[in-house]
C-alpha cells in the first residue's frame, strides 16, 4: 500500500491532537522507509519480475525485519518508548501521544495485508498473509482513494482551520497524493532497478510527510 496508509495518519491526528501530522505520515509509512534501504543493504530481498501483479513488478521475498507482524510490533514499540521518555516527555498527554504513535507504526502490516500477495509473514517463513487486492490495479487504486478520503473526511471533522490555507490545503494536498498515485500506476514507466526504486520512494514519503508537517500547522 502507498497513499492508503496516510488515511490511518490523518484518522490518529484526529483523535490525538498531541501528535504532528508530519511524523504521524513517518510513523505509518516507516517500515516501507526501512524496506527500500534495507533491500540496497542487502538485509532484506525483493525480486524484480515484470509483471508480478498489475501495481508491482517485484516481489517481496524476505523481509522479517521491517514486514513481520513481530518486526512491525517491535518498531511499535519503539516508537512508543521514544515518544514516552523523549519526544513527548514534557506533555500532559505523553501517554496517548506515544500510544497512538506506535499504533501508527504498527497499523502499517495491517494496511499492506490488504493489498500485498501472500509475503507478509508473522515472524519469518510460512505462513505469510495478504489478500491480494494488487493483482487488480483499478481496486487498489479505489480502496487507497477511498480510504484516504474517509481519514481526511475524520481530520477535517476533528480540526480546525486557523486561517484560509488550513481549510484548504488538507483537501489540495490529499487530491495531490491521489494524483501522484494515479500517475505511478497508469503513466510513469514502472521502476526496473531497485536504486531508482528506493529513491523515488524516499522521495515520495518524505515529500508528503513535509507537507502534511507544513498543513498541519494551519489547523488546530
Ligand atoms: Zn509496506
Not at 508530519?22 to 540496497?40: K, R, S
Request: charged residues 15%; hydrophobic residues 55%; without cysteine.
Amino acid at each position: 500500500m502507498f497513499i492508503g496508509h496516510y488515511a490511518v495518519a490523518f484518522a490518529l491526528k484526529g483523535k490525538e491532537k498531541g501528535t504532528s501530522l508530519g511524523m504521524l505520515f513517518i510513523a505509518t509509512q516507516f517500515v516501507d522507509i526501512l524496506f527500500f534501504p534495507f533491500v540496497l543493504l542487502g538485509i532484506e530481498k525483493l525480486k524484480l519480475i515484470k509483471g508480478f501483479t498489475q501495481v508491482n513488478n517485484y516481489s517481496m521475498d524476505f523481509y522479517p525485519f521491517t514486514h513481520s507482524l513481530l518486526g512491525v510490533a517491535l518498531w511499535a514499540l519503539l516508537f512508543f518508548f521514544l515518544y514516552f521518555y523523549k519526544f513527548a516527555k514534557n506533555k500532559t498527554a505523553k501517554k496517548s501521544i506515544a500510544i497512538v504513535m506506535a499504533l501508527a507504526v504498527l497499523s502499517h502490516w495491517f494496511a499492506d495485508l490488504l493489498m500485498h500477495t501472500p509475503d507478509l509473514p508473522l515472524i519469518t517463513g510460512e505462513p505469510k498473509y495478504g489478500f491480494g487486492m494488487w493483482k487488480n490495479k483499478f481496486l487498489s487504486f479505489l480502496t487507497e482513494a477511498v480510504l484516504l478520503f474517509y481519514g481526511l473526511v475524520y481530520y477535517l471533522n476533528n480540526t480546525k482551520s486557523v486561517s484560509k490555507v488550513g481549510k484548504y490545503a488538507s483537501s489540495f494536498f490529499v487530491i495531490f497524493m491521489l494524483v501522484v498515485s494515479y500517475l505511478d500506476l497508469y503513466v510513469l514507466p514502472k521502476d526496473d532497478n531497485v536504486t531508482t526504486l528506493t529513491i523515488t520512494a524516499l522521495f515520495a514519503y518524505f515529500l508528503f510527510a513535509g507537507i502534511a508537517h507544513y498543513i498541519d500547522k494551519k489547523r488546530i
